[in-house]
């Protein structure tokens, strides 16, 4: 075994916004890194960069070709582009790094699969929670057995809008603004607060911790646009505050619950001090109980912190080896469960209340109603009025329950007279 | 550059207690980690141990000398037995884990040595918050000038105490006892109540964050030993917790500022939701900015899954590489800087107060004084009032202070007349 296998590396490198430039810097100021930036390709040429002209190409073959370029590093914007760039340098033995959450998600299969076929490794702990090493430290557990589940803050721009509503009582709309004026959101901020960029992350890391693919927009998802500010007061009420949080959990039969949903979280919980931009995910397991990792999920420094470190990793030949994957595994996700909800809306005929096995509280006022109460998984996989644009989800603090038994009955709560109410 | 160099791994343990019999019967459940112990060497035969009896020896030579055992785990209490395994291991190119601080942090030099004269790794991610990769992550830290500080709260066992104290109102001998109940204490406890295991644990850090080579006892440490009731209720007043916090700062003239002292602590600081017997340590960086690791840092399986990780990090060759240390680094322990602290104690005599800088608080009742002031670190280094049984010393938040300007008075503190009112 030797700790003297570094290997020189060669960078090519795929894009030069706020993450490629400040990559850049840093590797220029670490010689002792042993690696090296040979040529950018970018789509711009006329835009002004602060580095040598003669380091730029608009041709990507000039990189892909290059027998001397041993990694390909690629930061660029659109995942389509991205995927026929990590695929080609895949094919052509080159080591690959990307930070594309969505690009990942989605073909994370056959990059699995082009990765053994040309035993070369692709590596994005970038994709995911960008400075915090969740990847690699998921790689580690080396049982997916032992994974009981995983609860995250990963995106920094919802959790900036949820701190600003909760902390400084700001509405959702002016904190949204905030977060764009910031830089914290998407090109399209869309696929942050509708939760598709958590879903992307969520369907990663069910690949790392539970050897899992499953394509992100089949997971039962939503983000936080339907989130009202009498949601916040309810929830303040209560002692919670909400939060977007991507959960993962193994089930007593072995198999997964998965979903991003806004959460209600309490004090005692190690996400209720993520706040802002950073991001948070606690790991449970049998053996080192609960851990917690939390740090910037965004933003250029902290996302090239990540790609440094994929970077340090190549030199000792690291790559993910996915055994959670290899073991024949049989874990699967499943919506065979119940979730303890609370539904937010404005006018009772938007929620079908006989989805409900069990209501267990309701209050309402002359703006909003909450109902409390306990839901099969199902219902919401198969169904839309949740998604109506009056209409709030958030799961309460351990919101899971596995094999409910019903029998209880309404809380009291006759539906039809409420109804009438209203 | 290869996903596929798993080397398959024979070990020899050492020592079958809590750690070692957790990790006897993971690597049992778990045979895809392609490791084996085939040997365990015991001090004590006549215990009864939950494995077969044909894995069991007392003889050490048996394991070292076995040309078909690559890994030496070495999980004992003894830390001069401990020294002896491992260094024999590494001279017989054998790979070694280790659990054991002590030996780690004062010996760490040689073993460094040992490791490069004979291209073998010693990994020991165990030796640091057990179940928190801290040391690996600092290992990934391509570059020391970007870390700019530590601060960890890293031995379970006072956390423990400190936090009965604080949040259920125990004294301090109940909680201590409490501790001991729990097992969270080190076999001789007065490691953990001293500071002795956090200075160690401290040292190990300062190798892996900035290249320095510092032997703990000659850092500046105290542990919780001397604080009282009284403390814990000043703090309170103030809106702090007390917890013995490991501290790490880079000074602007690139020194060292290093100590582990009892800290208050506000509620925004990470440190703060770190209770009981888990262990949490921030890592504030220029790019990554601020990072926290939070987790189990002690107990069986926590200890046994860091050691499982290092397991998995030997399959693809993994070594620290120690590059910190490589780099002509210049960094260096100072205690050129000043120190925000709070003193209290029960008779003014205890405590020489020519030796601050300044003043700026002062409360007594009949029970205690307390005094906030700023004190020069060598003040501290070189003198021993401070370690009396009856006197305490807390650091406030950001109580290093660079370039302290004197000039300012006393608060209006006269302090020959305070000491006949005391």
Redesign the interface.
């Known amino acids: 075994?030797?700790?003297?296998?570094q290997?020189k590396l060669n960078i090519g490198l795929f894009g030069f916004g706020v993450v490629g430039e400040?990559l850049y810097k840093?590797l220029e100021?670490?010689p002792?890194?042993n690696a090296h930036i040979s040529k950018v390709c970018i789509k711009h040429p006329e835009k002004l960069r602060n580095a040598p002209a003669s380091l730029f190409t608009t041709d990507a073959e000039t990189l892909l070709n290059d027998p001397n370029i041993?990694v390909i590093i690629e930061l660029i914007d659109d995942s389509d582009a991205a995927y026929s760039i990590v695929t080609r340098a895949l094919t052509s033995r080159k080591?690959v790094i990307s930070a594309n959450k969505k690009l990942i998600a989605e073909h994370i299969e056959e990059l699995i699969g082009l990765?053994?076929q040309y035993?070369?490794?692709l590596l994005y702990e970038a994709a995911c929670c960008?400075?915090?090493?969740v990847i690699r430290?998921l790689e580690?557990y080396?049982?997916n057995?032992?994974l009981q589940g995983i609860s995250g803050i990963v995106n920094g721009s919802t959790n900036y809008i949820l701190t600003k509503v909760f902390r400084e009582k700001k509405t959702f709309a002016d904190a949204l603004l905030e977060a764009q004026l910031e830089g914290f959101a998407e090109s399209n901020p869309a696929l942050d607060i509708e939760g598709t960029d958590a879903v992307n992350k969520l369907s990663i890391l069910l690949a790392h911790a539970y050897g899992v693919i499953v394509h992100p927009q089949s997971l039962l998802h939503n983000g936080i646009q339907q989130l009202k500010a009498e949601d916040a007061a309810f929830a303040k009420e209560k002692g919670y505050e909400i939060k977007l949080v991507a959960r993962a959990k193994k089930l007593q039969n072995g198999k997964i619950a998965a979903f991003v949903l806004p959460q209600f979280v309490v004090g005692e919980d190690?996400l209720y001090?993520v706040n802002n931009e950073y991001n948070?995910v606690v790991i449970e397991?049998?053996?080192?109980?609960?851990?917690?990792?939390?740090?910037?999920g965004a933003?250029g420094?902290?996302t090239?912190?990540?790609v440094?470190?994929d970077l340090?990793?190549?030199r000792?030949?690291?790559?993910?080896?996915y055994?959670k994957l290899?073991?024949n595994n049989t874990a699967a996700i499943t919506s065979d469960f119940h979730l303890k909800v609370c539904i937010s809306f404005k006018d009772l005929l938007q929620v079908p209340h006989d989805s409900f096995e069990r209501i267990i509280e309701w209050s309402s006022n002359e703006n909003r109603c909450h109902v409390t109460g306990i839901i099969h998984c199902s219902e919401l996989v198969n169904s839309k009025w949740w998604k109506q644009p009056d209409v709030s989800i958030i799961v309460y603090p351990n919101g899971i329950i596995e094999n409910y038994r019903p029998g209880k009955t309404n809380a009291g709560v006759n539906l039809e007279l409420a109804e009438q109410l209203v």
């Open positions: 075994m030797s700790i003297q296998n290997t400040s840093v100021q670490t002792t890194l041993n080591a990765q053994r035993n070369v490794p960008a400075s915090i090493p430290n580690e080396y049982d057995d032992l190690q001090t948070g397991s049998s053996l080192a109980d609960k851990q917690f990792f939390y740090g910037k933003g420094f902290p090239a912190s990540a440094l470190s340090s990793a190549l000792y030949n690291y790559g993910y080896e055994k290899s073991n």
